[in-house]
């Protein structure tokens, strides 16, 4: 597992965003790491960076107001954050894609989605029109769009959500990417729809070795398609280790909030834990942060400590660490 090739590498990533009110400092210092044929999963509330560490590796962070203000991003080797406008628009969509939450926004209205996939891969491929043709009907068999052959000259509105996902998907991996990222790929599906689209993303990726870095604040999606997973709280990575060892044994509060909010299934019965089923506050304003832990407000093992300096990053195992002063000892 460690001898796997390092895809892409996020380092000490920080952006801001100018507003009325000040500048923000929407990510603080976040690093990643992702492997050859892994799953990163990145969890939090809104608001907490998630979608935002997602649009600064396919750099399109919305400048101005925002702006990468320090850090590498490093895909195969070629840093992101050096690369001209014209590489960026070379390497997306054919060494990296994404693929959002609501397909409607990214597939246009008036194309076939035949001749938008063709499209995607002769972006890339110096392949014919009869070629791409025939690629954009295979990917749909790969997304299991029943009667692809017919489909292929439907339009975006003539498809279901999840179908339309689906297309998204195919439009992401037909350069087959070394890595796929997907911000809330199933929040506007059904749950049965939700369920297929884990599936198919999962079946991809054992298929191809595409490296995902799955965006949800859907634990038990972690569960089922994670390897590690990262979770974050006002723009900084608070807790990080596989997933097997974050959540049988989360150190971090708010890693305990969020798994306390999953449904437990018992007996085919959804059963919330009432207990703990909450996370008291709000995320707060990024504007309004103070000196100390950004989840002290909410925390109830805050400490005064907590209240005016900054928790550093601590070991709990080789591979979980944590950002939280119950794992730093007694307070100097
Ligand atoms: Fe809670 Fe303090 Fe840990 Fe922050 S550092 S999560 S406030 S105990």
New binding site residues.
Partial sequence: MSERETILRVENLCVEFKTRAGTARVLDGVDLTLTQGETLGIVGESGCGKSMTALSIMRLVPTPPGRIVAGTINLRGEDLLKASDQRMRELRGDRISMIFQEPMTSLNPVFTIGAQIAEAVRLHKPISGAEAAAKAVEMLRVVRIPDAEQRVHDYPHQLSGGMRQRVMIAMALVCQPDVLIADEPTTALDVTVQAQIFDLLSDLKQRNGTSIILITHNIGAIAEMADRVAVMYAGRK?EEGTVASVLSNPQ???TRGLIACVPHLDDGDAEMDTDLAEIPGMVPSILKLGM?????PR?????D???VEQ?AVTSVTDTHRV?????QGAPS
Avoid: I, N
Avoid at 292 to 296: E, K, M, P, Q
Avoid at 323 to 327: I, K, S, T, V
């Fill in positions: 608070v971090h509060p708010y100390g832990c950004a989840f002290a925390c109830k093992h805050a400490m400590r907590c209240r928790p950002r939280c002063f119950l794992h």
